[in-house]
């Protein structure tokens, strides 16, 4: 059974720093285009950050410079490591895959998704 699990959202204050993990299970992240989204209330889910399964990344403008994905395909999972948060980086995280070398930034581009994590960005 395909399975992405997110972790390590939390509460943390304007400035500071959290990493999310994406950890895959049922399948093989080596093969696997990877793409970070999230959603705040009453907005349209949006790309964060992808990376192909040959490693090349991408960023919205909006976290570039900030955020940095990364994947440790010895442990079938995707990192997002973001710095200098901002309160407008408050909203829930998702980590989606699809079996294809880059799916870019569009939601419809992933066949699976996790069940998210929130991050607050909050003084």
């Known amino acids: 059974q395909v399975q992405l699990v997110e972790s390590g959202g939390g509460l943390v204050q304007p400035g500071g720093s959290l990493r999310l993990s994406c950890a895959a299970s049922?399948?093989?992240?080596?093969?696997?285009?990877i793409g970070w989204f999230r959603q705040a209330p009453g907005k349209e889910r949006e790309g964060v950050s992808c990376?192909?399964?040959?490693?090349?990344?991408y960023y919205a403008d909006s976290v570039k410079g900030r955020f940095t994905i990364s994947r440790d395909n010895a442990k079938n999972t995707v990192y997002l490591q973001m710095n200098s948060l901002k309160p407008e980086d408050t909203a829930a995280y998702y980590c989606?895959?699809?079996?294809?070398?880059?799916?870019?930034?569009?939601?419809?581009?992933?066949?699976?998704w996790g069940q998210g994590t929130q991050v607050t960005v909050s003084s």
């Open positions: 049922g399948f093989t992240l080596d093969y696997y285009a």
């Open positions: 989606a895959a699809d079996d294809t070398i880059v799916a870019g930034m569009s939601p419809g581009s992933y066949d699976y």
């Open positions: 990376i192909s399964s040959d490693g090349s990344t």
